[in-house]
């Protein structure tokens, strides 16, 4: 029974895991997190409207992250081709 919860703790601890919440957020070296925008109702708004504006946050975001692994890659193959 020791060894399951030894190896349970190891675990949780070596997967990077933490108890503080504000560690929970991963942000690259150098990077400033940035809070998700909420989307929040108008009283006006209609269902296809909401529906159109998280679409478009979303898109936004997915494209901001294609580019920064774009970058990052780039990066990482100019490291390897100067090692």
């Known amino acids: 029974m020791k060894h399951i919860i030894i190896i349970g703790i190891s675990t949780f601890i070596l997967s990077g895991c933490s108890l503080i919440p504000s560690a929970w957020n ?12 909420a989307v929040t109702p108008a009283p ?4 296809e409207e909401l529906d159109q504006s998280v ?3 979303l898109e936004t975001s997915m494209d901001a992250d294609l580019k920064q692994i774009d970058e990052d890659l780039k990066a ?8």
């Not at 150098?30 to 925008?37: K, L, Q, S």
């Not at 990482?76 to 090692?83: L, P, R, S, T, V």
Request: charged share 20%; aromatic share 4%.
């Open 44 to 47: 006006t708004q209609t269902v």
């Open 76 to 83: 990482i193959d100019a490291e390897a081709k100067n090692y």
């Open 55 to 57: 679409t478009t946050d």
């Open 26 to 37: 991963s942000v690259r070296p150098g990077a400033v997190a940035e809070p998700t925008p």
